[in-house]
T-cell receptor
């Protein structure tokens, strides 16, 4: 069974500060995804990481993937209040024969305060 | 480009009833998967369909079922509803190597 662990689960940070959210997974995979969820809303895709060493950046967020360490990070630079949300990482090990399924972490609830 | 459309957005049902949720994927996407989100269990995979065939299934009781039509639209059905089935049900459509796009979800409340 593929297990996905995120930490921290709760994060309160001041505006302007930097922080990193970690996502570890238990079984080899080279497909990892980051999503954002606002309260009462659906999942918004942030990053799709499909190979070892992949790094993607969008605004104040940067995600990376190390498949050998089974680790992805989501780095937040100079946080602003608009980044307050819950962030999920998800891993997919499927194939076209066995089908696909996302295994999600528990999510990191981020609150950015003045 | 239209996104993933889920209907209805909200549902209130009584224990013992059954419910059908609908999902229309992004045009051209043939894979549709369903997920349940609850505060206690988080996001859990229900099943995945491709070209009208269920390719993968999560660890849910047989009361949860689904199907996919030739136009890739998918439905999921929950029979004999229980209070614990109250959740946000999310549908995602995907293409290989392009990730998953989620619909707005159906919030089901069982009373």
């Amino acid at each position: 069974e593929l297990k996905v662990e995120q930490n921290p689960l709760f994060l309160s940070m001041q505006e302007g500060k930097n922080y990193t959210i970690y996502c570890n997974y238990s079984t080899t995979s080279d497909r990892l995804y980051w999503y954002r969820q606002d309260p009462g809303k659906s999942l918004e895709s942030l990053f799709v990481l499909l190979s070892n060493g992949a790094v993607k950046q969008e605004g104040r967020l940067m995600a990376s993937l190390d498949t050998k360490a089974r680790l992805s990070t989501l780095h937040i630079t100079a946080a602003v209040h608009d980044l307050s949300a819950t962030y999920f990482c998800a891993v997919d090990r499927g194939t076209s024969n066995s089908g696909y399924a996302l295994n999600f972490g528990k999510g990191t609830s981020l609150l950015v305060t003045p | 480009k239209a996104g993933v459309t889920q209907t209805p957005r909200y549902l209130i049902k009584t224990r013992g009833q059954q419910v059908t949720l609908s999902c229309s994927p992004i045009s051209g996407h043939r894979s549709v998967s369903w997920y349940q989100q609850t505060p206690g269990q988080g996001l859990q995979f229900l099943f995945e369909y491709f070209s009208e065939t269920q390719r993968n299934k999560g660890n849910f009781p047989g009361r949860f079922s689904g199907r996919q039509f030739s136009n890739s639209r998918s439905e999921m059905n929950v029979s004999t509803l229980e209070l614990g089935d109250s959740a946000l049900y999310l549908c995602a459509s995907s293409l290989p190597s392009y990730g998953y796009t989620f619909g707005s979800g159906t919030r089901l409340t069982v009373v």
